[in-house]
C-alpha cells in the first residue's frame, strides 16, 4: 500500500506565495518522475511542474520563473514552491509519482489533491 499526502495549500492574495509538500509512504522500494498537476473548474487537469529523480525538471510555460519544483529523495517527498501568485492558479493541486513497489511493480499514484486560491 502507498500513499501520497499532501499539505500547504490556501488562500492567498495575488502576488503572493505558498508552498506545497507531498509525502509518499508506504511499500515504497524507489521512486521515478514525481510531479504536480492542477485542476481548475471547468477545465482539464494540467502537467505544472515534474522533477526526475536525477532532478530533471520541466514546467507549464504559465509557471515558469514563479514555480519551483524540488524534491527530498531521503524523505520520499517533493515540493512546489509557488511565487508571484496570479488568480489563474486557482485550482486543486494533485501530486503524482511513478512509485517502484516492494513488490518491483510500477504504478503512478496519486494524492488526494489541496485546494489553491489567489484572490485579486
Known amino acids: 500500500q502507498v500513499q501520497l499526502v499532501e499539505s500547504g495549500g490556501g488562500f492567498v492574495q495575488a502576488g503572493g506565495s505558498l508552498r506545497l509538500s507531498c509525502a509518499a509512504s508506504?511499500?515504497?522500494?524507489?521512486?521515478?518522475?514525481m510531479g504536480w498537476y492542477r485542476q481548475a473548474p471547468g477545465k482539464q487537469r494540467e502537467l505544472v511542474a515534474r522533477i526526475t529523480n536525477g532532478g530533471k525538471t520541466n514546467y507549464a510555460d504559465s509557471v515558469k520563473g514563479r514555480f519551483t519544483i524540488s524534491r527530498d529523495n531521503a524523505v520520499n517527498t517533493v515540493y512546489l514552491q509557488m511565487n508571484s501568485l496570479k488568480p489563474e492558479d486557482t485550482a486543486i493541486y494533485v501530486c503524482?509519482?511513478?512509485?517502484?513497489?516492494?513488490?518491483?511493480?510500477?504504478?503512478?499514484?496519486w494524492g488526494q489533491g489541496t485546494q489553491v486560491t489567489v484572490s485579486s
Open positions: 508506504g511499500s515504497i522500494f524507489s521512486i521515478n518522475a
Open positions: 503524482n509519482a511513478a512509485i517502484i513497489t516492494t513488490t518491483m511493480y510500477t504504478y503512478d499514484y
